[in-house]
């Protein structure tokens, strides 16, 4: 079975590629905007569209799929793709965290305050 992808209409990209990015995409019919950021900003800020690509990526990341290339063929990593973003929209819905790395593990009540 075929796993048939939609072409992206829009795109965006960080104001370092200009104008090369934006002409390759109009020949392929993609309309790509350049996120510039505001002038005067200082430091870091997280631009409005290019958050959302690096959450994403991050989210990714936590599942441990952009760690090393695991997948033999296209379809299995779009299968990947998908169940990371399931388990991002399950954990909005019930409005719970995902389990970080980073967490301690919780000490339960029966083993006198030691963890596994």
């Known amino acids: 079975m075929a796993v048939l992808a939609a072409r ?38 997280p631009e409005p569209k290019r958050w959302v690509v690096e959450q994403t990526w991050g989210t990714l990341m936590l599942h441990r ?13 779009v299968a990947v793709v998908h169940w990371s973003m399931t388990d991002v929209m399950l954990h909005r819905l019930t409005r719970t965290a ?10 339960r009540a029966d083993d006198g305050g030691r963890t596994p």
């Open 98 to 107: 995902t389990a970080s790395w980073r967490d301690p593990p919780a000490a």
């Open 8 to 45: 992206p209409a829009k795109a965006w990209v960080d104001a370092g590629f200009k104008n090369a990015v934006v002409e390759h995409g109009a020949r392929l019919g993609i309309d790509v905007e350049v996120v510039q950021r505001e002038p005067g900003t200082r430091g870091f800020t």
């Open 65 to 77: 799929r952009l760690a090393r290339d695991y997948e033999a063929l296209p379809a299995s990593s």
